[in-house]
């Protein structure tokens, strides 16, 4: 039986089911727990680093504004998962209606394509601090950050929000069973009823409009860090600058390589298991938050100090 999101009389009882990784329902209480532990990592360790950085007359430089922003990014995502995640963990199963499922869906694709282009205004931060020291000051200034920031938003919503809203003109299955404990669009795309070649097309192009086009930025702007450390006279300064750049070499690798893996296997793999699709979903959505606050917190000296500065005075 077919049924259409944008059915009056069917809107409102259509719902999806949301589920956690089939086959470990009895260590489900254990996995509970790990993703409680992650959730709140993230939720503490990006608060903190937020207003740290926020508070700090010290830090408020580009540089440190782009970790605010990347953890104020993070800090949304968790929000956003955080409630189907611990639901469908405690309960095994939730149901979600639609129009919840398409606004999460909206949210977690925006923010993870704010997440993108915060990466890449940081690569350019390292790119300018590294091939353009005595410039760096007048090519990357806070009035700038703030306006990439400002695209970076406008671009997220732009690209992802017809997303949504061409799924809520289309028909479900009744039998909606998803293979995550969020709403993902191929997922979702996979219960349609109809062949969608027009919805299936346009979220190739957001894709790669957006985090594939800043995937390959990212990747030419260490290209041309690389040729330049490796230009640099004594050893001491080439560590210095691989340095610092390590931080943001970790971050960018957490994220992309567990998204690039699923949208590969969500589009070309099959549906033979959903068991790799469950991995790496929990892996890109999970892990950065948490260790992106844990890797600028730690390996950030001057934030590092700030924050023991301020412990050291409350």
């Known amino acids: ?18 589920v956690g990784i089939p086959g470990l329902e009895h260590i489900y209480p254990w996995i509970l727990v790990s993703f409680c532990f992650l959730y709140a990592i993230s939720l503490i360790g990006n608060s903190i680093l937020f207003f740290i950085i926020k508070t700090d007359t010290f ?22 998962t955080l409630p189907t995640v611990l639901g469908v963990f405690c309960l095994q199963s939730l149901r979600l209606s639609v129009p919840c499922c398409l606004l999460q869906m909206f949210f977690v694709h ?17 790119f300018v601090a ?31 929000l017809p997303i949504p809203l061409m799924l809520r003109c289309s028909s479900l299955c009744k039998s909606s069973i998803l293979s995550h404990a969020f709403c ?49 006279g004594s050893s001491s300064e080439r560590c210095k600058a691989f340095h610092r750049c390590a931080c943001h070499i970790s971050v ?15 589009r070309f793999g099959g549906h033979k298991t959903r068991f790799p699709h469950v991995v790496l979903a929990y892996l890109h959505f999970l892990l950065p938050p948490a260790l992106n606050p844990i890797l600028y917190g730690v390996n950030s000296k001057c934030i590092y100090q700030r924050l023991v500065h301020r412990i050291q005075h409350i």
């Open 130 to 160: 590294i091939c353009n020291p005595l410039r760096y000051s007048s090519l990357l200034t806070r009035p700038l950050t703030s306006r990439l920031g400002l695209f970076s938003v406008l671009r997220g919503v732009a690209v992802i």
């Open 110 to 126: 925006c923010l993870s394509v704010i997440e993108s282009s915060v990466l890449l205004t940081m690569a350019y931060d390292r």
């Open 252 to 266: 960018v690798l957490l994220f992309y390589s567990p998204m690039i893996s699923l949208s590969m296997i969500h």
């Open 184 to 232: 993902l669009h191929p997922d979702v795309m996979r219960l349609l009823c109809s062949h969608m070649s027009v919805n299936n097309l346009y979220s190739i192009f957001a894709v790669v409009s957006t985090m594939g086009l800043d995937a390959v930025f990212i990747t030419l702007s260490y290209v041309f860090i690389l040729r330049a450390v490796c230009g640099l």
């Open 1 to 18: 039986m077919i049924s259409s999101i944008n059915a009056s009389d069917s809107r409102d009882v259509l719902t999806l089911v949301l």
């Open 59 to 80: 830090l408020q430089t580009p540089m440190y504004d782009l970790v605010s922003r990347l953890a104020l990014t993070d800090l949304g995502l968790s929000l956003v």
